[in-house]
């Protein structure tokens, strides 16, 4: 069993359906730019613990955070159809999205 920061225990089995999961990513932002809601939700499932835990480093305030989160996610299912698998993986995309959005936050002035 092992570990990450703020984290349940998970077996090391779940690892490679953990890369599984960012994989599909992609085709859940594909169908997102569709219109497909149940491919959101897919989406929002397997990143939204990792979302909320950048962005929550960043700013160190949960309510700020679940701002910042909900905003993303926003941005997520309304950017989606834009989303270019060949600039990087789409999980990247999103932390990116997610950190640019945090430091943003910062930089209003408004945490």
Same mark, same amino acid.
């Given at each position: 069993?092992?570990?990450?920061?703020?984290?349940?225990?998970?077996? @090391?089995?779940?690892?490679?359906?953990?890369?599984? $999961?960012?994989?599909?990513?992609?085709?859940?932002?594909?169908?997102?730019?569709?219109? %497909? @809601? *149940?491919?959101?939700?897919? =989406? &929002? $499932?397997?990143?939204?613990?990792?979302?909320?835990?950048?962005?929550? !480093?960043?700013?160190? %305030? *949960?309510?700020?955070? @679940?701002?910042?989160?909900? @905003?993303? &996610? =926003?941005?997520?299912?309304?950017?989606?159809?834009? &989303? $270019?698998? %060949?600039?990087?993986?789409?999980?990247?995309?999103?932390?990116?999205?997610?950190?640019? *959005?945090? =430091? *943003?936050? =910062?930089?209003?002035? !408004?945490?």
């Amino acid at each position: 069993m092992t570990t990450g920061p703020g984290s349940a225990p998970r077996s @090391e089995a779940s690892a490679p359906a953990a890369a599984s $999961d960012r994989a599909g990513a992609a085709e859940l932002l594909r169908r997102c730019g569709l219109g %497909d @809601e *149940a491919a959101f939700a897919t =989406l &929002y $499932d397997q990143t939204c613990v990792r979302l909320f835990g950048l962005v929550l !480093n960043v700013l160190k %305030d *949960a309510a700020s955070t @679940e701002q910042v989160t909900q @905003e993303v &996610y =926003l941005h997520v299912w309304r950017h989606s159809a834009r &989303y $270019d698998p %060949d600039g990087g993986s789409a999980f990247a995309w999103i932390m990116t999205t997610g950190h640019r *959005a945090a =430091l *943003a936050r =910062l930089a209003s002035g !408004n945490p």
